[in-house]
């Protein structure tokens, strides 16, 4: 109401008379949520027809209208009179509509509907080309992610096989009957979970004095030193633009610069004579002139002569970089941390929040190549810190939830995973265990009940079916694990006085394993500088980050959790492909 109010007022004030008058569009939400209180109020609403049916022999139809505000949808009643019902009940057609709300007959379904007075705007379908079904078909997510375009429409998502029940022959036709197990997921409730948990992630940091900064999605360091970045570069436009236009245009020979030269070298003895000679201002002008383009002919061509097809390499085979855009090798980054460090040690408490690119060929349901994660990074803080900070922040995620997301968790409870709210109360409510890395190994390798398929022992990296056993079966609570062996963590990890371990920590949680990975970071130059090389990279990238070490170094902790990993612990869902919107992994970018 308060937005109508507003948006009306700044009407009024306009002076754009030439321009058509701004939408006061109601959202569905609201209209539901007033119900009756709102009855005989007109009103406009617009969205998207999740199923439309004609009813009364064609005089009018019932809309099912969503505007993606909510999981519900609106009834819409539209009289044959009003509008031709055929370009409005296509599932998939966009309406804006003016009506007045209404209360539906006694023992509907629905608390309030609308009786449609004007249809002001259409966006038609044509039904026999629309790539989504139609009606309440529940459809799987693998055949979802063919149209990520128009994922966000469906009413429903998400299908496993259960069996084909049974076989029955009519009118000598076959019909071959499926019945599903059907998990429904509103793609539209995981849009607006994410939103609730993005926009929580950066009110949790407001509220502690964090800073947000954007760190660069370009970068020339690898974070994690396991070289699994994709690479940005134009030499391959380069190459590509290079060939045709040698192609076209065949590079100079030897013989072409010469005659070139000789040309420049006549066009400068020329000059020498007129000056010689005291020529006339006119006529030794015009001589330089033509000596200046006989030079710039003579570099033009020198130019050309260089180019090669493919991409430039040096002398040692090698792709020369430094022709490159950045004049170096440039990557996407697999993390914003060593950035937005540079910001911790001079301004304290930050944070950044973003896009972060992996190279990893894995087709698992845990891995995408592009994914969000929420880095802070504080300085003067241990990993004892470090891990107060993680506890809070993952709490305050899962209560903004409950608080603020009710209805879209209601609905994963009743159509997807029925313990999702209770793994929200849950870790909201019910401090971390913390144990040592090799006190958890120790629980693990005395586990009888379940044989894992990766053995345990001191040394590995815990894999999800250790990390869920400890927090699902052992403790029945979220757990953090810390100090872990060096040999499996980054180079930027503290080493501890026992020269085996890093203060590290991982956060655990039930459905999920691990949701975030931090560590107290190294702060001693020389400690860090042996690292760096130990791990077998090249110091020179990273002597920027070195230099946070030289001048001012400063004890400080951070931290990354997964969003995707953070939505698919709140949901319930199985795959990450299904808790981001474009999802991009091997052999898949669309859009």
């Keep these: 109401m308060a937005t109508e109010a507003a948006t009306a007022e700044m009407?009024?004030?306009?002076?754009?008379?030439?321009?058509?008058?701004?939408?006061?569009?109601?959202?569905?939400?609201?209209?539901?949520?007033?119900?009756?209180?709102?009855?005989?109020?007109?009103?406009?609403?617009?969205?998207?027809?999740?199923?439309?049916?004609?009813?009364?022999?064609?005089?009018?139809?019932?809309?099912?209208?969503?505007?993606?505000?909510?999981?519900?949808?609106?009834?819409?009643?539209?009289?044959?009179?009003?509008?031709?019902?055929?370009?409005?009940?296509?599932?998939?057609?966009?309406?804006?509509?003016?009506?007045?709300?209404?209360?539906?007959?006694?023992?509907?379904?629905?608390?309030?509907?609308?009786?449609?007075?004007?249809?002001?705007?259409?966006?038609?379908?044509?039904?026999?080309?629309?790539?989504?079904?139609?009606?309440?078909?529940?459809?799987?997510?693998?055949?979802?992610?063919?149209?990520?375009?128009?994922?966000?429409?469906?009413?429903?998502?998400?299908a496993e096989l259960l069996a084909p029940l049974f076989m029955a022959f009519i009118s000598c036709c076959a019909v071959l009957i499926y019945y599903y197990l059907i998990l429904a997921l509103r793609i539209g409730a995981v849009a607006r979970i994410r939103h609730q948990l993005a926009f929580a992630t950066h009110n949790f940091f407001h509220e502690n004095g964090f800073l947000y900064v954007h760190t660069p999605i370009i970068t020339t360091s690898d974070c994690e030193g396991a070289g699994e970045m994709f690479q940005v570069t134009t030499l391959l436009s380069q190459a590509e633009k290079t060939e045709k236009e040698l192609k076209e245009n065949p590079a100079p020979s030897e013989s072409d610069v010469m005659a070139a030269k000789v040309l420049a070298q006549e066009k400068g003895d020329a000059v020498a004579q007129l000056k010689a000679t005291k020529a006339g201002k006119q006529d030794i002008d015009a001589a330089v002139a033509e000596l200046k383009r006989a030079k710039d002919n003579v570099s033009r061509l020198e130019e050309r002569s260089k180019l090669k097809p493919g991409i430039p390499l040096r002398v040692d085979g090698t792709v020369a970089f430094e022709n490159d855009f950045f004049k170096r090798q440039a990557f996407l980054t697999v993390s914003g941390q060593l950035q937005v460090e540079t910001y911790a040690c001079a301004l304290s408490s930050v944070y950044t929040f973003g896009p972060t690119f992996r190279a990893e060929n894995s087709h698992t349901s845990r891995h995408l190549a592009e994914f969000w994660m929420v880095e802070p990074e504080i300085a003067f803080a241990n990993l004892q810190d470090d891990m107060n900070c993680a506890e809070k922040y993952v709490q305050y995620l899962c209560k903004w939830l409950l608080d603020h997301c009710r209805e879209d968790m209601e609905f994963m409870v009743k159509n997807y995973d029925k313990s999702a709210i209770e793994r929200l109360e849950l870790v909201s409510s019910t401090p971390f265990v913390r144990i040592s890395y090799t006190k958890a190994v120790e629980l693990l390798m005395n586990v009888t009940a379940k044989k894992f398929e990766n053995p345990v022992e001191w040394g590995i990296d815990l894999a999800s079916e250790h990390e869920r056993y400890l927090t699902e079966e052992i403790f029945k609570k979220p757990v953090i694990v810390y100090n872990y062996p060096k040999g499996i963590k980054a180079f930027y990890m503290r080493l501890n006085d026992d020269q085996k371990t890093v203060a590290a920590m991982d956060v655990l949680v039930p459905k999920v394993g691990e949701l975030i990975g931090g560590s107290q970071r190294e702060e001693r130059f020389d400690v860090l500088k042996q690292r760096i090389l130990d791990a077998g990279l090249p110091l020179e990238p990273y002597e920027w980050y070195l230099d946070l070490r030289r001048f001012g170094s400063v004890k400080h902790s951070g931290f990354g959790l997964g969003f995707e990993r953070m939505i698919l612990f709140a949901t319930g869902m199985e795959n990450i492909r299904d808790v981001i919107p474009f999802p991009r992994y091997p052999g898949r970018a669309d859009l």
């Design 11 to 158: 009407a009024a004030a306009s002076l754009c008379d030439d321009l058509e008058p701004a939408t006061t569009r109601t959202r569905i939400r609201d209209v539901l949520a007033t119900g009756a209180a709102r009855a005989g109020e007109s009103v406009v609403v617009g969205g998207w027809v999740r199923t439309g049916r004609e009813q009364g022999k064609g005089s009018f139809a019932f809309l099912e209208l969503s505007d993606g505000s909510c999981a519900a949808a609106l009834q819409v009643i539209v009289d044959a009179a009003v509008h031709p019902l055929a370009r409005l009940t296509a599932t998939g057609t966009s309406v804006l509509v003016e009506g007045v709300i209404k209360e539906p007959p006694q023992g509907t379904k629905q608390n309030v509907e609308l009786k449609v007075s004007r249809v002001l705007e259409v966006g038609e379908v044509d039904a026999a080309a629309y790539p989504l079904p139609k009606g309440k078909v529940k459809i799987p997510l693998e055949t979802l992610r063919d149209v990520v375009h128009l994922r966000s429409r469906t009413n429903t998502v998400g």
